[in-house]
C-alpha cells in the first residue's frame, strides 16, 4: 500500500512548483520594460510514478502520479529571428552611414543654389561677356578679377570641406572600433560567467539576454557569424552554450583567414583596429586589423573587405585603397623667380642626393642606389632636371608659372611600395629635403569627388590660361602686351594623366593678376577696345576637353558630377529606408515571440495563484484525513 502521507508530497509540490512559477511572472512583469529582455517560463514537468516497475512492486491497480515539479526555467526565444534580426541590420549599418555621409556632401556641394559652384562659374562667364563688350572698363576688369577670385575660393572651399568629412569619418570609424572592441570584451567576460554557471545545470538566462543584446549592437558594426559550443558535459541540451563570434561576409559565412573575435575555447577576445592612408592631405580606410591575444595581427584589405556594416559604410563613404598603383613618391621645390631676359630660373649651389624606386625585370618595385648630382649655382632649373631624370629611380621636370619654376622630382615607381628620399645641402634650403611616399588609388564616394573636383579644376584653369596666354594684349591704351597666366596652381603638381592633385584646394588667382587687373588679356590684337579674347575665354564654358571625357564641358562634367551624387544619395536613402522596414518586421517578430506582454503575464499569475491555492486546499484537505485517522480513529472502549 502506499503512504499515508503520499498525498501531502504531491501537494507540497505542486504548493512550489505554482509559487516558482508566479515568482517568474513576477520576474517578467518587472522586466517588461527591459530592453533586450526575453520572457521566461517554468518547464512543469511530471515526477516520476508509483511504483516504479520492478519486480518486487507493489500490486496495485496502476501506478498513480507523484506530483509536479519545476524541471527549468527557460527564455522563450526564437535563434532563427535573432540571425535575420542581425543579417539586416549589417545592411542598416552599411547604408545609414552611406545615407548620412551622403547626405552631408550634399549639403556642401549646395546645387542648384546661387551659392553652389555652378552658379558662381556662370557669373564669371558673364563677367567675361561684359567685358568683351568694354575691356577698357577698369570696372569691369575688377568684376573678373574678383569673380575669377570667387571661383577659385569656391573649388577651395568643397575641397577642403570633403577633405574634412573624410577626417570626420575617420573619427567616427575610431570611435566606432572602440565602441566594438569593449563590445566584444563584454561578449567574453559574459562568456565566462555562463560557463560557470551552466556545468552546475542552470541556466543563466538573463546572462543570455545581456550577451544576445550585445551581439546585435555588434552586428550593425560589422557582419558577424556566431556559433555555439557546449559549455561542458554536465550541461542541459536546452543550455545556449558559449559563443563564438567571428567576421562575416554579406552572407553570414565566416571571413577565410579573419580569427575568432571571440573564442568559445577560453582564449581572451580579439580586438580591432583600422589602419589609414593619408596622402596630400586625403584619408582613406587602408586595412582592418584583428589583433589575436597573442600577439598575432590578421590585415584584411577594406577594399576587398567582404563584411558589410557601419564600418564598411565609412571605409566606402571615405575611400578605400585599391591595389592598383597610382601615384609616385613626389616631392616639390619652392618656387625660384625666372629672369626675365632668359626666361629661366636658376638652381642653387649645393649637393642633392636622391634614392628612388623603380620597377625591376620581375616587376616588383625596388629600391635604387643612391645617387648625387652637384649643383654650381649657374645652372638653370631645365638643366638640372635633365639631369636628375637621367639616374635610375627618379624622374624630374621643371613647373612654370607666374615668373617662378619649381623642380618636381618623383619616383619612377608608382604606387604605396614607391619611395623617395631626397638629401644634401641643395635640398635643404630648396624645400627638397625629406621622404614621400607614392599612393595606390582610392574608391569611395568623397574620394571620387575630390577626384573630380581636381580634375575639373584642371581642365577650367589650364585651358582659361592657354587661352589668356595666346591673347595679344590687354586691350588697354599704353597697357601691357605680355600676357601672363590668370589662374595659379600653387603647391599642386601634375600625376601621370595630366591632372593636377590637390589643385581644387590650392586654385588661386596669380599674383600678377590680384596686384594688376588691367593684365587681364581680352584682346586677340593690339587695337585698343579689341574684347575677342574676353570673348574666347567665355566661350570655354560650352568648349570640349578630353581631359574630362568625350565630348564633356567644363559644365556638362560638373552637372554629371552633381547628378552622380544626387543619385548615389537616393539609392543610399532608398536602401536605407528598405531594410530598416524589413529589420523593423523582423523585430516586431522577435518581440511578439520573446517580449513580455502584460496581458499574458496577469493571466498566468491569475491561473499559477489559482494552482497555488488548490495546491494549498489539497494539504488542507490531507490535513484533515490525517486528523481523522489520526485523532479519532481506535478511541472506542478507552
Known amino acids: 500500500m502506499m503512504s499515508t502521507f503520499h498525498g501531502l508530497e504531491v501537494a507540497k509540490r505542486g504548493l512550489f512548483t505554482q509559487q516558482s512559477a508566479l515568482y517568474t511572472t513576477g520576474h517578467n512583469i518587472s522586466n517588461a520594460n527591459t530592453d533586450g529582455y526575453s520572457r521566461q517560463r517554468v518547464n512543469m514537468e511530471q515526477t516520476g510514478a508509483f511504483p516504479s516497475g520492478s519486480r518486487n512492486r507493489l500490486e496495485i491497480a496502476g501506478q498513480m502520479g507523484s506530483g509536479v515539479q519545476a524541471g527549468s526555467v527557460q527564455r522563450v526565444r526564437e535563434a532563427f529571428l535573432d540571425e535575420q534580426f542581425r543579417s539586416e541590420a549589417k545592411k542598416l549599418g552599411y547604408y545609414d552611414a552611406l545615407e548620412n555621409g551622403l547626405g552631408k556632401m550634399e549639403d556642401i556641394m549646395n546645387e542648384p543654389t546661387d551659392q553652389g559652384l555652378a552658379k558662381t562659374m556662370d557669373r564669371f562667364w558673364q563677367s567675361l561677356q561684359d567685358l568683351a563688350v568694354n575691356p577698357e572698363d577698369a570696372g569691369a576688369r575688377a568684376v573678373v578679377k574678383e569673380r575669377g577670385k570667387a571661383v577659385a575660393e569656391t573649388f577651395n572651399y568643397l575641397s577642403n570641406s570633403i577633405q574634412t568629412l573624410q577626417r570626420d569619418a575617420k573619427r567616427e570609424a575610431d570611435i566606432t572600433v572602440k565602441n566594438a572592441n569593449s563590445i566584444l570584451q563584454q561578449i567574453d567576460q559574459l562568456n565566462r560567467q555562463i560557463g560557470n554557471v551552466e556545468p552546475h545545470g542552470q541556466l543563466p538566462n538573463d546572462l543570455y539576454d545581456q550577451r544576445d543584446r550585445l551581439i546585435d549592437d555588434l552586428s550593425e558594426i560589422v557582419s558577424i557569424d556566431v556559433s555555439y559550443e557546449k559549455s561542458a558535459a554536465s550541461s542541459k541540451d536546452i543550455a545556449d552554450g558559449l559563443a563564438t563570434v567571428r567576421l562575416a561576409d554579406a552572407l553570414g559565412r565566416p571571413v577565410e583567414g579573419a580569427p575568432a573575435l571571440v573564442d568559445a575555447g577560453g582564449d581572451p577576445a580579439s580586438s580591432l583596429s583600422v589602419d589609414y ?3 596630400d592631405g586625403r584619408v582613406a580606410f587602408d586595412s582592418l586589423h584583428v589583433l589575436q591575444p597573442g600577439g598575432e595581427t590578421a590585415s584584411l584589405d577594406f577594399h576587398t573587405l567582404p563584411s558589410p556594416g557601419k564600418l564598411k559604410g565609412l ?13 609616385s613618391a613626389v616631392i616639390v621645390s619652392d618656387a625660384f623667380p625666372v629672369n626675365q631676359g632668359s626666361g629661366e630660373a636658376m638652381f642653387p649651389e649645393g649637393t642633392l642626393s636622391f634614392t628612388g624606386s623603380f620597377v625591376n625585370e620581375d616587376g616588383e618595385v625596388e629600391q635604387g642606389e643612391t645617387v648625387e648630382i652637384a649643383s654650381s649655382g649657374k645652372e638653370t632649373m631645365e638643366g638640372i632636371a ?6 635610375k629611380g627618379v624622374e624630374a621636370e621643371v613647373l612654370t608659372q607666374d615668373g617662378e619654376q619649381r623642380l618636381l622630382v618623383r619616383s619612377e615607381a608608382a604606387g604605396r611600395s614607391a619611395t623617395l628620399t631626397v638629401a644634401g645641402t641643395g635640398a635643404e634650403g630648396t624645400g627638397l629635403q625629406g621622404t614621400a611616399e607614392g599612393s595606390n588609388g582610392q574608391e569611395g564616394s568623397y574620394a571620387s569627388m575630390l577626384d573630380d573636383l581636381d580634375k575639373l579644376a584642371t581642365s577650367f584653369a589650364t585651358q582659361f590660361n592657354d587661352e589668356h596666354n595666346d591673347a595679344e594684349s590687354a586691350g588697354l591704351e599704353g597697357g601691357p602686351s605680355a600676357t601672363t597666366d590668370f589662374f595659379s596652381y600653387g603647391n599642386s603638381y601634375p600625376d601621370a594623366g595630366g591632372v593636377y592633385r590637390g589643385l581644387a584646394s590650392m586654385l588661386d588667382i596669380t599674383g600678377t593678376i590680384e596686384k ?11 587695337s585698343v577696345g579689341d574684347g575677342d579674347n574676353a570673348r574666347d575665354l567665355a566661350a570655354l564654358r560650352d568648349k570640349v576637353d578630353g581631359l574630362l571625357g568625350e565630348g564633356a564641358t567644363v559644365s556638362t562634367f560638373y552637372e554629371g558630377m552633381i547628378g552622380g551624387m544626387a543619385v548615389e544619395t537616393q539609392e543610399a536613402k532608398r536602401m536605407s529606408d528598405n531594410i530598416q522596414t524589413l529589420r523593423d518586421s523582423v523585430q516586431n517578430r522577435r518581440f511578439s515571440v520573446s517580449q513580455v506582454s502584460l496581458d499574458e503575464e496577469m493571466t498566468n499569475m491569475i491561473k499559477f495563484q489559482h494552482a497555488y491555492n488548490a495546491s494549498s486546499r489539497n494539504i488542507t484537505a490531507i490535513d484533515e484525513m490525517l ?10 472502549g478507552r
Do not use: C, H, Y
Open 277 to 279: 592612408r593619408e596622402t
Open 315 to 327: 571605409a566606402d563613404l571615405a575611400g578605400t585603397v585599391t591595389a592598383t598603383p597610382q601615384s
Open 386 to 391: 635633365a639631369r636628375i631624370s637621367k639616374e
Open 516 to 526: 594688376n587687373a588691367g593684365m587681364i588679356a581680352a584682346a586677340n590684337s593690339t
Open 627 to 636: 486528523d481523522r485517522v489520526i485523532n479519532q480513529m481506535g478511541v472506542v
